[in-house]
């Protein structure tokens, strides 16, 4: 992973350039799930390791670097998501090309820290560091003009500017439909993983203190 800033610094900043990177970039991804999966499975048949839990380890190392390995993809193209999907598309785009991955966190039934621990990089990452450092935010805030261009594309045509305030219901429906949607999708999704593994976590819990004490009774009788 350290050599992903070379690897971006010396790329061709031309869209094919960019995408050869990315489709690097999303190979690697996928490589590193599979060898993880393979490491996961040698462990649990391996008599040589008493402690199964460094399969968990394993898991969240995989999900960890996918989010570096994803995330400078996500860097180097996020402008063609909006050049498809209008501004606030790199936000729909994370949706449907890398939410799947992450929802998988709901059936993995991962400890509760790691699963705080990768959802927390992930939106730190998608939502904070990447949009913040590229100016991907700032599309939020685009001219009437823009707004009205924009929105012509979805066959909503708003309303002339006779009037102080006609046209804020152009604003309202540009900003819901291109960022909060999507972005208020993200953020649900994210606090149903944690708190789903919230819970997951304090039942297998107590169903592991319940199975000691009763293997203590089963041992005294």
């Known amino acids: 992973l350290g050599v992903l800033p070379w690897v971006i610094s010396s790329t ?4 094919v350039g960019r995408f050869e990177v990315a489709i690097s970039l999303h190979c690697v991804a996928f490589i590193t799930f599979i060898t993880c999966l393979v ?17 968990l380890h394993v898991t969240e190392l995989a999900f960890l670097a996918y989010v570096v390995l994803i995330g400078v993809r996500f860097a180097l193209i996020w402008e063609y998501f909006d050049k498809v999907w209008g501004p606030g598309g790199w ?3 994370f949706l449907a090309e890398y939410g799947p991955v992450f929802m998988a966190l709901f059936f993995m ?7 705080f621990e990768i959802t927390a990089f992930a939106f730190a990452t998608f939502m904070i560091i990447i949009p913040l450092s590229k100016g991907a935010w700032s599309r939020f805030l685009l001219t009437d003009d823009e707004v009205r261009e924009q929105l012509q594309t ?3 045509e708003c ?8 046209f804020d219901l152009c604003r309202f429906t540009f ?12 953020c649900v999704m994210t606090v149903a993983i944690v708190i789903v593994s919230f819970f997951v976590s304090r039942s297998n819990r107590k169903a592991f203190v319940n199975k000691k004490i009763i293997e203590a009774f089963t041992k005294q009788r």
């Open 91 to 93: 936000l729909s785009a």
């Open 175 to 186: 900003r819901w439909e291109y960022f909060a949607i999507p972005a208020i999708s993200i």
């Open 39 to 55: 490491i996961s499975f040698l462990v649990y048949r391996s008599p040589g390791f008493m402690s199964k839990r460094v399969v």
């Open 12 to 15: 061709d900043q031309t869209w």
């Open 109 to 115: 039934n991962l400890p509760f820290d790691q699963t």
């Open 159 to 166: 309303p002339p500017r006779s009037t102080s305030g006609s």
């Open 154 to 156: 979805i066959n909503f």
